[in-house]
C-alpha cells in the first residue's frame, strides 16, 4: 500500500531528509526511535532527519498507531524505505563515479575517503519517486549507531511544560 519511497523520505538540498512516518506520537516516544532508524539506514546524524507530522491521506497508511507495536510495525517499514532509498542514491553515485562508494554523513565517499556526491546532490532528480523494492537489505544490527542507544527524546519537552499536544489532552467544550 505504502510501496513510493516519496511517501516516506524527502531529501533537501540543505542536506537534511524528512521522514514521513504512518504513526502518530502519542507520548510513547517512536518519533525519537524512528529518527534513530532512519539516521542508521541512511548513514546520516539524526539531527539531519526532520520528522513530518502524520496526516490522514499524505502519510503513508500504516492503520492504527498502539503503543509498543509502533516501533515494531513502523520501525520495520521506516528501515526498509530508509535502506531501499539508501541503496538507489548509492547505485546512481556509483555510476556516475564510476565505482563503490560508502555512505558516511549523507554523503557518498570514495574508496580515497573523498565526498564525490551526496543526498542533498541528488536530491532534485526525482530518486523517490519509484516503487521500493523488495529487495531492499537493512544494515545489519551490529552496524547500527544510532538505534537503540540513549538519546533525547523528541516528546519529553512539550511533556514537561505541560503543553497540550496529544490526542488525549483534546478536551471538547
Known amino acids: ?10 531529501f533537501h538540498p540543505d542536506g537534511t531528509v524528512t521522514l514521513k512516518p504512518g504513526k502518530v506520537e502519542l507520548g510513547q516516544g517512536i518519533l525519537t526511535a524512528f529518527r534513530q532508524i532512519a539516521a542508521d539506514e541512511l548513514g546520516v546524524a539524526p539531527d539531519a532527519v526532520r520528522l513530518a507530522p502524520t496526516i490522514t491521506g499524505d502519510s503513508p497508511d ?3 498507531t498502539s503503543g509498543s507495536l509502533s516501533v515494531q510495525e513502523g520501525g520495520l517499514a521506516i528501515r526498509h524505505a530508509c535502506a531501499d532509498a539508501r541503496a538507489l542514491f548509492l547505485s546512481v553515485a556509483e555510476q556516475a563515479h564510476g565505482g563503490p562508494l560508502r555512505v558516511e554523513g549523507g554523503h557518498f ?3 580515497a575517503g573523498q565526498a564525490v556526491s551526496s543526498y542533498a546532490a541528488l536530491a532534485g532528480h526525482g530518486l523517490l519517486d519509484a ?5 531492499a537489505t537493512p544494515l545489519p544490527a551490529a552496524a547500527r549507531r544510532h538505534a537503540g542507544t540513549d538519546a533525547p527524546r523528541l516528546d519529553l519537552p512539550e511533556k ?5 499536544r496529544y490526542l488525549h489532552d483534546l478536551r471538547l467544550p
Not at 131 to 135: C, H, I, K, L
Open 1 to 10: 500500500v505504502n510501496r513510493r519511497l516519496s511517501q516516506w523520505l524527502e
Open 62 to 64: 500504516e492503520a492504527v
Open 109 to 111: 565517499v570514495n574508496a
Open 131 to 135: 516503487e521500493a523494492s523488495p529487495d
Open 160 to 164: 514537561l511544560r505541560g503543553a497540550p
